[in-house]
C-alpha cells in the first residue's frame, strides 16, 4: 500500500509543480493563483474519487490510497497556500490575503461538492447504459 501512496504523491507532486508555474508565468498578479486553481481542482478530484468509491467498488484500497493520500496529498498545496497568505500579510497586503483565504476555502469546498455531483453523474449515465 505504502508505494501506491508514494507513487500517486510523486506524481501529484510533479503535477502541482508544472501546473503552478504553468499558470503563474501566464496569470500577471500578485495573488498566487496557480496556488489557489490547483487546490480547487485537487478538491474536485478528490470529492469525485471518494464520492465514486462510496457508490461503486470498482476502485481497490490501493488505488484509492494512491489516488487520495497519494496524487490529491501530493497536488493540493495547503503549505504553499499557509506561506503565500502569511508572505502576503507580511507585506501589509490584508485585503488580498483576506481575498485569497475566502476565495481558496469557498471554491475548494465548492469543487468537492462539485466532485461529488460529477461522481454521482457518471455513475447514473452507467447505469442506464
Known amino acids: 500500500m505504502i508505494w501506491f501512496i508514494a507513487a ?3 506524481v501529484g507532486g510533479a ?12 496569470v500577471a498578479t500578485p495573488i498566487p493563483v496557480g496556488t489557489l486553481l490547483i487546490n480547487i481542482i485537487g478538491s474536485l478530484i478528490l470529492g469525485f474519487v471518494i464520492r465514486w468509491t462510496m457508490d461503486t467498488a470498482t476502485v481497490s484500497p490501493k488505488v484509492l490510497g494512491m489516488l487520495t493520500a497519494g496524487f490529491c496529498g501530493g497536488f493540493t498545496t495547503f503549505s504553499a497556500f499557509s506561506f503565500e497568505t502569511a508572505r502576503l500579510m507580511e507585506a501589509g497586503d490584508y485585503r488580498r490575503a483576506a481575498w485569497y483565504v475566502s476565495a481558496s476555502v469557498t471554491l475548494s469546498i465548492l469543487a468537492t461538492f462539485a466532485g461529488f455531483a460529477l461522481a454521482r453523474a457518471v455513475l447514473a449515465a452507467q447505469r442506464t447504459l
Open 8 to 10: 500517486g504523491s510523486a
Open 15 to 26: 503535477a502541482r509543480y508544472l501546473l503552478g508555474m504553468f499558470v503563474q508565468s501566464r
